[in-house]
Nanobody, 123 residues
Framework: QLQLVESGGGLVQPGGSLRLSCAASGSAVDYSAIGWFRQAPGKEREGVSC????????FYIESVKGRFTISRNNAKNTVYLQMNSLKPEDTAVYYCAAQTHGPCSGPERQNYWGQGTQVTVSS
């Protein structure tokens, strides 16, 4: 089993920044991709960004390109999401998730989930 624990959420003003962290632990589980999803009230969960384990290829949804950056520290088994120029529409619960097979995919292909961390962008 792989445990994922997110941290770093909070309240920030529009234009501000936050860095989310996802610490992976547990028995040795190879995952093919790990990434960030978010779910706003009344909306479906959507993939935000993902990084492939084999070559570090990254993926971003259009609305966060140029503002968010995903990275990983293999020594610490931690994945980060640096979020800059935050907008009110970025408000959501952000989840870290990992999949054991295939390239970066949607929520239905994820095998492990963290508990989520709230990000609120408001003045």
């Amino acid at each position: 089993q792989l445990q994922l624990v997110e941290s770093g959420g909070g309240l920030v003003q529009p234009g501000g920044s936050l860095r989310l962290s996802c610490a992976a632990s547990g028995s040795a589980v190879d995952y093919s991709a790990i990434g960030w999803f978010r779910q706003a009230p009344g909306k479906e969960r959507e993939g935000v960004s993902c990084i492939a384990s084999i070559d570090g290829t990254t993926f971003y949804i259009e609305s966060v390109k140029g503002r968010f950056t995903i990275s990983r520290n293999n020594a610490k088994n931690t994945v980060y999401l640096q979020m800059n120029s935050l907008k009110p529409e970025d408000t959501a619960v952000y989840y870290c998730a990992a999949q054991t097979h295939g390239p970066c995919s949607g929520p239905e292909r994820q095998n492990y989930w963290g508990q989520g961390t709230q990000v609120t962008v408001s003045s």
